[in-house]
T-cell receptor, first 116, second 116 residues
Framework: DTGVSQNPRHKITKRGQNVTFRCDPI?????LYWYRQTLGQGPEFLTY????????KSRLLSDRFSAERPKGSFSTLEIQRTEQGDSAMYLC??????????????FGPGTRLTVL | AQTVTQSQPEMSVQEAETVTLSCTYD???????LFWYKQPPSRQMILVIR??????QNATENRFSVNFQKAAKSFSLKISDSQLGDTAMYFC?????????????FGGGTRVLVKP
């Protein structure tokens, strides 16, 4: 399967702990996005990478959140000192920037975070 | 600010019947695409159909078609001959095409239940 993969699929943690999620995009894609989806809502943009450069961050990405994409391949999203309000599905998407197709983004299955 | 509104939280339809989901959006940009994404229960989001804003012709993909009214900023999805596998959350989204960083803006979603 050459789609977008995310690990872990589920994470349960206690408030105040740090967590890290990983996203492996489709190999030819140079763009990688992170979104957050709370229960019953649509996804909201968090941040975007073109190759290894983080080019845009949402105001939703507080200083407790950090994302990296070393070498322009996989990406990690870390949340420090988790809070109950961080409980959500974290979605990763990738694209190759084909604007003629609306820069179609392919989504991974997500990581569901539950903060107790 | 760019927004997407889906006014129907939930819709049910009998198998083989037709259902129409509504979506309105707001943007001051001219170069954008509109999408409908499907998110089945516990499965990843997949693209159903896309529409280029500068094309007047409505997009069609098999049983899925859209009614794009640019002046009204309306973008509805029609699912014909509904099948049980169409049961899912449906999200309307749009993307403003820029040189870099094309983030998706999603609506809140419409849950579609296809009944046998």
């Amino acid at each position: 399967d050459t789609g977008v993969s995310q690990n872990p699929r589920h994470k349960i943690t206690k408030r105040g702990q740090n967590v890290t999620f990983r996203c492996d995009p489709i190999s030819e894609h140079n763009r990688l996005y992170w979104y957050r989806q709370t229960l019953g809502q649509g996804p909201e943009f968090l941040t975007y990478f073109q190759n290894e450069a983080q080019l845009e961050k949402s105001r939703l990405l507080s200083d407790r959140f950090s994302a990296e994409r070393p070498k322009g391949s996989f990406s990690t999203l870390e949340i420090q000192r988790t809070e109950q309000g961080d409980s959500a599905m974290y979605l990763c998407a990738s694209s190759w920037g084909a604007t003629s197709r609306g820069d179609e983004q392919f989504f991974g299955p997500g990581t569901r975070l539950t903060v107790l | 600010a760019q927004t997407v509104t889906q006014s129907q939280p939930e819709m049910s339809v009998q198998e083989a019947e037709t259902v129409t989901l509504s979506c309105t959006y707001d943007t001051s940009e001219n170069n954008y695409y509109l999408f409908w994404y499907k998110q089945p229960p516990s499965r990843q989001m997949i693209l159903v159909i896309r529409q280029e804003a500068y094309k007047q012709q409505n997009a069609t993909e098999n049983r899925f078609s859209v009614n794009f009214q640019k002046a009204a900023k309306s973008f509805s999805l029609k699912i014909s001959d509904s099948q049980l596998g169409d049961t899912a959350m449906y999200f309307c989204a749009f993307i403003v095409i820029k040189a870099a960083g094309n983030k998706l803006t999603f609506g809140g979603g419409t849950r579609v239940l296809v009944k046998p």
